[in-house]
Structures are given as structure tokens and as C-alpha cells.
């Protein structure tokens, strides 16, 4: 079935550090993928999308390309700030629901110190 | 526009009590979804209605049904609480103008079973 890898967390980094969150899927058919961000105590932003392969989303200087031959959509920030500190989770599409229904993967958690 | 609302924003209830949420998705949003969200098993996907008809399900057991009204709001229901029901519930509406498939998320509602 389709189902999406995060890497595990938590990631601590250093203000101004390289982010580098690794997401790999397994997917039939042409799913969009997504990352969201969920900081404490509220709901999933939107933070990036992309809908077919080579595909680049990018919001707020993260970015992510759609890797359909490594099946991958990893997340990156050149310089990361404490205010980056959340949850950040990976999900795609399923191709085959309508756009109904997303698959998430676990989660990974930020941590920014000044 | 308004976002995605979800009420009640924090429910506390016993074992075997029946609870019943509420999601108003983003005007013109005709499809709602729902998910759960717990430490152990991260997000779940629920539920869709589009146009007041479910469209898809994901495993869990019938104590757990939802509705939608012409207006699009949809309500979840979960019969003979368990403890381990205890969690944050999200709705997400979906429409056209983000893109298709794009799923945008209330705050949630947060579930305690005691």
C-alpha cells in the first residue's frame, strides 16, 4: 500500500544552521506530495505542495523537490530560525481516493536554538 | 476567508459517553476529512464526505461515524469512548483553489477519555 518515511527526530540545530528533513514514498500511480508544519497546540499549515515529478514547491525559504526516480520529496531551509521550531510532517496524496484522503509520515520534530 | 473552524476546541469525557464534533470547512469547500492524532500512532485518516456522501473510509471501527449537511459542515461521531480515544481530531476541507487535492486543516479538537 502507499505509505510515506520520514526521518526520525528530534533534529536540533544551531539559528542560522542548513535544515535537511529526508522523505521518501511508496506510492502507485502519480501522488501529490506535501509537507506540513504543525507548531504546539494547533492544527496542520499548509507549508509547501507539489503535484507532479520534478515539481518544486517552495514557501517561506523551504523547499522540496518531487524525486520521482528516488521517490523522494525531502525538505529544505538554508538558514533556519528559532521560529522554525515545529513538527514538520511529509504526506502524499493518494492518487487513488480523490484527493480525499492524505498519508502521513510519522513526523519530525525541529528544534532551533538561538 | 475564513479558515477551517473546528468546535469544540477541547471536549473532556468518561468511558462509554458518546462525543460529537463539529467541522466547517472553507466557504466553497465541498469535501471534509478527518483525522486522528495520537503520539503512538501519529495521523490517521478518518473519513471524507463530498456532497454529503462519504467517499472514503479508512480502518477504523464503526463506534466512529461522521455526517455532512447541504451546507457542507460535517460532524464526527464517536460512540462508547474508549481511553483510547483520547486525541487531537482534525478536519481539513479541500477545494479547487488551492489546487486540486490540496487539504487545508481546522485547529482540531482536542478529546480527553477519562
Known amino acids: 500500500g502507499n505509505s510515506v518515511t520520514q526521518m526520525e527526530g528530534p533534529v536540533t540545530l544551531s539559528e542560522e544552521a542548513f535544515l535537511t528533513i529526508n522523505c521518501t514514498y511508496t506510492a502507485t500511480g502519480y501522488p501529490s506530495l506535501f509537507w506540513y508544519v504543525q507548531y504546539p497546540g494547533e492544527g496542520l499549515q499548509l507549508l509547501l505542495k507539489?503535484?507532479?515529478?520534478?515539481d518544486k514547491g517552495s514557501n517561506k525559504g523551504f523547499e522540496a523537490t518531487y524525486r520521482k526516480e528516488t521517490t523522494s520529496f525531502h525538505l529544505e531551509k538554508g538558514s533556519v530560525q528559532v521560529s522554525d521550531s515545529a513538527v514538520y510532517f511529509c504526506?502524499?496524496?493518494?492518487?487513488?481516493?480523490?484527493?480525499?484522503?492524505?498519508?502521513f509520515g510519522q513526523g519530525t520534530e525541529l528544534s532551533v536554538k538561538p | 476567508k475564513a479558515g477551517v473552524t473546528q468546535t469544540p476546541r477541547y471536549l473532556i469525557k468518561t468511558r462509554g459517553q458518546q462525543v460529537t464534533l463539529s467541522c466547517s470547512p472553507i466557504?466553497?469547500?465541498?469535501?471534509v476529512s478527518w483525522y486522528q492524532q495520537t503520539p503512538g500512532q501519529g495521523l490517521q485518516f478518518l473519513f471524507e464526505y463530498f456532497s454529503e456522501t462519504q467517499r472514503n473510509k479508512g480502518n477504523f471501527p464503526g463506534r466512529f461515524s461522521g455526517r455532512q449537511f447541504s451546507n457542507s459542515r460535517s460532524e464526527m461521531n464517536v460512540s462508547t469512548l474508549e481511553l483510547g480515544d483520547s486525541a487531537l481530531y482534525l478536519c481539513a476541507s479541500t477545494g479547487m483553489a488551492g489546487g486540486p487535492n490540496t487539504q487545508y486543516f481546522g485547529p482540531g479538537t482536542r478529546l480527553t477519555v477519562l
Open positions: 504526506a502524499l496524496s493518494d492518487p487513488e481516493n480523490q484527493g480525499g484522503k492524505l498519508i
Open positions: 466557504s466553497g469547500h465541498r469535501s
Open positions: 507539489a503535484t507532479k515529478a520534478d
